[in-house]
């Protein structure tokens, strides 16, 4: 599955701001999807993640302000953020660990390309 990002800005801090993942297949039944973000001169780390049950997790990090969401009937993932901060500022990546092909399901990760968000204070 191909996944493509965007949604991302430039926001002050406490701002909102609501990230979209647009896959190319269909997404139902995908185990995890996730968000994944990388501030210059760091390591890619692990924002949230939505399973196929509907079960969410987030990095402490950003738990109580980012909520990962999953819109089956047309593909997306989103990731909607309130009370940006400073240290917020990376590119943000969405992941799908793999895909069902044929009744077969494929640990296959898939990356979209990052969508900047910069906080600025």
């Known amino acids: 599955v191909q996944l493509q990002a965007s949604g991302g800005g430039s926001v002050q801090v406490r701002g909102s701001l609501k990230l979209s993942c647009q896959a190319s297949g269909r997404i139902f039944g995908i185990k995890n999807m996730g968000w994944y973000r990388q501030a210059p001169a760091k390591e890619r780390e692990w924002v949230a993640t939505?399973?196929?049950?509907?079960?969410?997790m987030y990095a402490d990090s950003v738990k109580g302000r980012f909520i990962i969401s999953i819109d089956d009937a047309n593909n997306i993932l989103y990731l909607q953020m309130h009370n940006l901060k400073p240290e917020d500022t990376a590119s943000y990546y969405c992941n799908a660990d793999g895909y069902w092909r044929g009744g077969k399901y494929y640990n296959d990760p898939s990356w979209g390309q990052g969508t900047q968000v910069t906080v600025s204070s």
């Open positions: 939505i399973t196929s049950s509907g079960t969410t």
